[in-house]
Antibody
């Protein structure tokens, strides 16, 4: 069974940092691109970042570029999202999601249940 | 690429057919997906590459369109279809979602 489990969310003050983890099981992790998507309270889905299977290709939404860093450790079946200079509008449930297809354009087929990040003083 | 969905909210009866529209600000070819999102749950991939059903998705769900105009049609509405629906373009590396359509089953 394919599983993605996020962790690391919590309450942080504006300007603070947090590191999210996404740990995968049930598939050959090193073959797949992984993404982070967030949903602010009462809002829609927003893609945040993606990392290719070998970390060669990394992309960020403009809203987080320069503040967030995505990375992965294929030996640990994990992807990370280091979030710095957090702002109130970063408050959201953060999901990690797997690309359906190897390489090229792909939607997301498996998602974790999400971890809540709250940025508030 | 901006993705604009309509309507924002939708209400229909069990057994009805509903259509949700998604418009891209530029040509995204066939790289369009639809997701179903329920509160407290992970999004579920319904359709990708405009019209390909996701794994285990009933054939009541149908996608169509090309270029910049796309539609999701749900036939024979069921109570479990009550959810938010999002389109997603993955034509570019900077992926974007539509703002969502809330579907209420009367």
């Amino acid at each position: 069974e394919v599983l993605l489990v996020e962790s690391g969310g919590g309450l942080v003050k504006p300007g603070g940092s947090l590191r999210l983890s996404c740990t995968a099981s049930g598939f050959t992790f090193s073959n797949y691109n992984i993404n982070w998507v967030r949903q602010a309270p009462g809002k829609g889905l927003e893609w945040v970042s993606s990392i290719s299977s070998t970390s060669t290709h990394i992309h960020y939404a403009d809203s987080v570029k320069g503040r967030f860093t995505i990375s992965r450790d294929n030996a640990k079946n994990s992807v990370y999202l280091q979030m710095n200079s957090l702002r109130a509008d970063d408050t959201a449930v953060y999901f990690c999601a797997r690309d359906l297809l190897f390489g090229g354009q792909s939607p997301f087929d498996y998602w974790g249940q999400g971890t809540l990040v709250t940025v508030s003083s | 690429i901006d993705m604009t969905q309509s309507p924002f909210t939708l209400s229909a009866f069990i057994g009805d057919r509903v259509t949700i529209t998604c418009r891209a600000s530029q040509n995204i070819n066939k790289w369009l997906a639809w997701y179903q999102k329920k509160p407290g749950k992970a999004p579920k991939l319904l359709i990708y590459k405009v019209s390909t059903l996701g794994s285990g998705v009933p054939s009541r769900f149908n996608g169509s369109g090309s270029g910049t105009e796309f539609t999701l049609t749900i036939n024979n509405l069921q109570p479990d279809d009550s959810a938010n629906y999002y389109c997603q373009q993955y034509n570019t590396q900077l992926i974007t979602f539509g703002q969502g359509t809330q579907l209420e089953i009367k």
